[in-house]
């Protein structure tokens, strides 16, 4: 792979392409479909071919499933909390169950395929009321979109009723997005040291302050279903509602400490 930089790794060449894609491009045709590139001080190897993909991600997915860890999250997050933030262990236990309540919920299955059909046919009836109008699609794509994937996590769907909630969450998501892409975020990611340097202040005060919107609105809809939940039902409708139950049954197991 390319020649990394000390301390910075790769990150300038990233940052001479931002948002980077050029780059990647210019490695695969230099280095071919499998190479390695430095983010500061971690290595992180690059897969670019659909076969290579599907022989490593999925015939031998399972010396795969490890999590990166990196002084950032537990600097935001406080800890290691969550499915995406987890490693090890834990990790694989969230993991596991996650897999298990999506499968109840229709993954893989035809009850899944009606969800996302529904959302595709309320979309077609509202490109069908701005037919011969200028309009950004790009909206009513990440409404259906966001509508699938919130239904699954905290039970409903985004619609004219709730779209300040979709608006608010979509700006959040944006900045975060927007952030994370900067080479200079990815440094500071894994030297949070950084934080205490004029030029970083901005990506710590911006990752901190959208991360803690994002997490008071996940924290709103978990109040919500703690106000309405029915533990003695087996059934659950969300994820957040299956995980809260799951939580119940381990409440006396605090070795099981996947689920405190």
Not at 96 to 123: C, I, P, Q, T
């Given at each position: ?32 479909r499998c190479f390695t ?35 950032h999250v537990r600097s ?25 309540v999506f499968r109840e ?156």
């Amino acid at each position: 792979g390319p020649l990394p930089l000390p301390f910075i790794g790769n990150l300038f060449t990233l940052s001479f392409y931002e948002p980077g894609y050029e780059a990647f491009r210019l490695w695969t045709q230099k280095y071919g479909r499998c190479f390695t590139f430095w983010m500061a001080n971690r290595p992180a190897v690059v897969v670019t071919d659909f076969e290579l993909i599907k022989e490593t991600l999925v015939k031998n997915g399972a010396a795969y499933t490890g999590r990166m860890e990196t002084p950032h999250v537990r600097s935001v997050r406080g800890g290691d909390y969550g499915i995406t933030d987890t490693t090890g262990e834990l990790w694989q236990q969230r993991r596991r169950f996650m897999l298990h309540v999506f499968r109840e919920f229709g993954m893989g299955k035809n009850l899944m395929e009606e969800r996302v059909l529904s959302e595709v046919a309320d979309l077609l009836e509202k490109c069908k009321k701005v037919a011969g109008k200028k309009v950004d699609l790009r909206n009513y794509f990440n409404t259906s979109v966001g509508s699938v994937i919130n239904s699954l996590l905290f039970g409903f769907r985004f619609d004219e009723n709730n779209m300040g909630t979709f608006i608010r969450l979509k700006g959040i998501l944006d900045r975060l997005m927007e952030v994370y892409a900067r080479p200079a975020f990815i440094l500071w990611m894994f030297f949070p040291i950084l934080k205490y340097f004029p030029f970083f202040w901005n990506f710590n005060k911006d990752a901190k302050e959208s991360s803690k919107a994002l997490y008071n609105m996940i924290d709103e809809q978990i109040e919500a279903h703690k106000a309405d939940i029915d533990f003695d039902s087996e059934k659950s409708t969300d994820y957040v509602e299956a995980f809260m139950k799951e939580q119940r049954r381990h409440e006396n197991e605090p070795e099981f400490g996947g689920f405190s």
